[in-house]
Every structure is written in C-alpha cells, then in structure tokens.
C-alpha cells in the first residue's frame, strides 16, 4: 500500500513539474489544428486558415482534373471558401449590404439554405463536402453537400451547385447553374464503410 501511494505521489510530482516547465500558449498550441498542405497531381494546396475546415471539404482526387484545372481551384480556393462560409452563417449575418448610392449595383448572392429550409436557431448547417469539379480558364463550377441536424439522431444532407467567374484577375460567385437547388440527398453506407450521399435515383 505505502509503494501505491508512493507511486501516485511521484506521478502527481511529474505532471505539477510539466505544467510549471511548459508554457500555457506552448501546451495550448500543441492542439490547435494548424492545418497542411496536400498535394494534387503535383499541385499543392495549403489547407489554413481561414476557413481551414472549409478547406478541408474540398474533394480535389478522383475528380478527373488536370494540373491545370487543379492550379486554377487553388487559385480560387479562397474566394470559394469566404462565400461558404457565408451559406454556413445565420441568416441574420449572411447578407451584404450594399452602400446606399450603389443601388443599382447588386452583388449575386448565393441561395440561403436556411431559409430554404425553413431551418430554425439553434440548428446550424455545417459543410461535408466541395466535388464535382467543372473547370475552363475562366470559369469553375461545382457542387457542394452540407448537412444538418434538426433533431437529435437526425442528419438531413443537402446539397447545391454553384458557378465561379474570373474577372480583373479575382475569382467571384456568378450565379446558380440551376435554378433550384439539387436539394435533400438520399445517404447510405457502402459496403467499405464509407457514407455516401446522392440525389434519389442516382445511387
């Protein structure tokens, strides 16, 4: 019993002693995702912050692109991932607005899946996955799977396309290749474990 407690006391000294030695902002950053970078058909892409988790959404294998259609999302990973992170907002902080002698000069904005469907506070909308990549030098449109949970066991998977144009050397949202949403998926688990979700009719 003494060497138990004897024991337990030199493992309370080590652990009071690591705490003194290391830093609290060292021990602290020891968890902080600092993010990576990933390379693609010899592309590589730094998936940071901001908008790291977003970053990590994007499907860039098994995509069917070339080095160059890879360096043209690379180069428009950024304004991708800002715009996302507006969809992922509530809508009370989704909207841009406009300065008011600017009237006449009006932002495309991506639809509100929120208001689409009719989620209410507190149920937030999070994003699983960026894929279905259709890129040209001057455009890049693709799809994008978010999910979300309105009650507890519950995930709805929804997901939405969108198109991308360069102009004066910037990528921005253009518009809604269709004029609804693909709307709610169907998801079931492959025979490797893996969930996959399609629209109904194409699994």
């Not at 004897?6 to 902080?32: D, E, G, H, R, Y």
């Not at 990576?36 to 990590?56: Q, R, Y």
């Not at 360069?166 to 490797?192: E, I, Y």
């Amino acid at each position: 019993m003494k060497q138990l407690i004897k024991n337990i006391s030199l493992t309370a000294l080590l652990f009071c002693l690591l705490t003194q030695v290391i830093p609290p902002a060292m021990a602290a950053s020891f968890f902080v995702d600092k993010g990576h970078t990933d390379v693609v058909e010899g592309v590589a892409f730094e998936i940071v912050s901001p908008h790291l988790f977003i970053k990590k959404a994007f499907k860039l294998r098994g995509e069917n692109l070339t080095p160059s259609q890879l360096l043209l999302i690379r180069e428009a990973m950024p304004a991708i991932a800002g715009m996302t992170q507006q969809i992922l907002l509530r809508p009370l902080h989704s909207y841009v607005q406009a300065p008011q002698n600017s009237a006449l000069l009006e932002v495309p904005q991506p639809r509100n899946i929120y208001q689409l469907q009719d989620i209410e506070s507190p149920v937030q909308i999070f994003i699983q996955t960026i894929k279905n990549w259709q890129v040209t030098e001057s455009s890049i449109q693709f799809s994008s799977d978010y999910f979300y949970r309105p009650e507890r066991g519950h995930t709805v998977n929804f997901r939405d396309t969108y198109l991308f144009t360069k102009a004066n050397g910037s990528w921005r949202f253009m518009k809604h290749p269709n004029s609804m949403p693909d709307g709610v998926l169907q998801c079931a688990q492959t025979s490797a474990g893996w969930m996959r979700c399609d629209l109904a009719g194409q699994q």
